[in-house]
């Protein structure tokens, strides 16, 4: 049984022991796949960071489309309210012409309107009689609906323009048109409050590729000539879908495509102005993308740390709480035994702990001396049919208490039932040592009284063996130790009698 419960205890040291190995891999698997899930997602996000920052600058660009268009909504919504009184049956005479003429420049950026007959005899806004049939648009107004044009002369005051045309229609049949013109340079004033105003170059352009208009910065790119969009099929980066990039205009989306400028790369974003044959382009330099790109990576890449560090903070935590934990469990499991291993009443160990911690020191220390002694308090019988089971039990338990304060606590001390205590004394050097222990033990019993207001002197009867000497197992070594004591007992009790191994072999 003792063997058996050796091999239990070592059993449950290399569990433990195989527990904590899965711990440590189990956090270690955790790190790897941590550090893998990090590495990927890096990888990733420079790619999502390119496409990011390309958005952005796109966005950037639809905006200022969007304010383009806001003005140029403002002018086609101003000419449908003039033209709706002419539909209404108003008579079209100079008087009513001119009079809604005038209405229009002051509700949107139109500098000039005129309205056109289909013979192409016109009238101003300032009442000027103007003839158009010579112009370059006129052939092209022939159709019932409304458009935007560049003119390179608007027929009045040989500006450059871009002219909205809007046919008056009357009982099915046209009557003529309403045509407002705004100043080449309209756009400006939304590209001036664009974030790349002063680092990109801004271009309104036809769709066969004729520049209209050039803002911004012009000067450090050779792009801006009159064929603009055969010089971006032309220098186009190798690997950019030419082709992919005409569809999405076509569709009216908003694409970019990077073009070899000087020897340097752009990134040149182009969008349809709604409602227009029209494009707005902007260039970005790609030495600037790519700053832009790094500054948010250089963030990114703090928020990565940071998170780096949460995550690192966090298995900290864990190990942290795991190891206290354990080790919590380990001296609630450590207090259970005790409890399981103590004897209520003397607070010492108890039979079952006694035997196993004893055998235990034997195994593991054959070669040291040490010294059981097994003692039984004298007339104990007595003292609980005369002063009753209370102070008896008052008597073990002030002897409990006694003998624990006055040996080491390494010494091995308990209770075996009843009033039998056995004490082993480890590692006594030679038997000098052993004599001194032995008188301090009979000494205690000359002076051992219990009791709170009358003292009751108790003593002992006490029997001692040494180990190896006389026996090397703890049945030998208790055999031994009570042999002695009843030997005590003969000579008359409240002493300590030593095993003597020939007398007691003889008897």
């Not at 705004?182 to 790349?196: G, K, M, N």
């Not at 004893?358 to 104990?380: C, H, K, R, W």
């Amino acid at each position: 049984m003792k063997k058996n419960s050796f091999i239990e205890g070592i059993k449950k040291k290399n569990g433990t022991k195989n527990v904590n190995i899965q711990e440590i891999l189990c956090l270690a698997i955790l790190v790897v796949l941590a550090i893998a899930m990090l590495a990927n997602f890096t990888r990733n996000s420079r790619k999502e960071l390119r496409n990011m920052v390309e958005n952005g600058i796109m966005r950037e660009l639809e905006t200022c489309s969007a304010r383009i268009t806001a003005d140029m909504d403002k002018v086609t919504g101003t000419v449908m309210v003039a033209n709706r009184v002419f539909e209404d049956g108003w008579p079209i005479n100079d008087t009513v012409v001119e009079n809604m003429l005038s209405v229009i420049p002051d509700s949107c950026k139109a500098y000039l309107t005129v309205y056109c007959k289909l013979d192409g005899s016109a009238i101003t806004s300032g009442g000027e009689k103007v003839d158009l049939r010579n112009t370059e648009y006129f052939s092209e107004l022939r159709t019932w609906e409304p458009f935007f044009i560049y003119v390179e002369d608007d027929g009045v005051t040989g500006e450059n323009a871009v002219m909205y045309a809007h046919p008056v229609i009357r009982n099915d049949r046209r009557q003529g048109y309403i045509l407002a013109f705004l100043s080449r340079e309209f756009p400006v004033s939304a590209i001036e409050d664009s974030t790349y105003e002063n680092i990109a170059f801004f271009a309104i352009a036809e769709r066969e590729g004729r520049l209209l208009l050039t803002y911004g910065d012009t000067e450090d790119t050779e792009l801006l000539v009159d064929d603009f969009w055969g010089k971006l099929r032309e220098e186009r980066v190798a690997g950019e879908d030419w082709q992919k990039l005409e569809r999405m205009i076509h569709e009216g989306r908003t694409d970019f495509i990077y073009i070899n400028d000087k020897k340097e790369q752009r990134l040149v974003s182009i969008t349809p102005l709604k409602g227009t044959d029209l494009l707005l382009v902007m260039g970005l330099q790609e030495e600037y993308v790519s700053n832009l790109e790094k500054n948010v990576w250089d963030e990114n890449s703090r928020i990565q740390l940071w998170i780096c560090a949460l995550l690192l903070g966090i298995l900290v935590v864990i190990i942290v709480f795991n190891t206290r934990n354990r080790q919590r469990n380990k001296e609630e499991s450590r207090q259970l035994e005790n409890k399981a291993d103590t004897d209520l009443l003397t607070g010492l160990n108890n039979k079952i702990a006694t035997e196993r911690k004893i055998t235990e020191y034997m195994q593991q220390n054959p070669g040291s001396q040490a010294m059981m002694v097994v003692l039984d308090i004298d007339n104990f019988k007595k003292i609980n049919d005369t002063l009753g089971h209370g102070f008896g039990d008052e008597v073990l338990r002030n002897l409990g208490h006694r003998l624990s304060a006055m040996f080491r606590s390494s010494d091995i001390l308990g209770r075996l039932g009843g009033d039998e205590f056995v004490i082993l004394l480890k590692d006594i050097k030679d038997d000098a040592h052993i004599k001194k222990e032995a008188k301090k033990l009979e000494d205690f019993f000359h002076h051992f009284e219990v009791g709170e207001y009358v003292k009751y002197s108790v003593t002992a009867s006490l029997g001692a063996a040494v180990f190896p000497r006389d026996a090397n197992t703890f049945e030998g070594m208790y055999k031994a130790a009570d042999t002695a004591l009843y030997t005590a007992k003969r000579r008359g009790k409240n002493q300590l009698a030593f095993y003597e191994k020939r007398k007691a072999d003889n008897a």
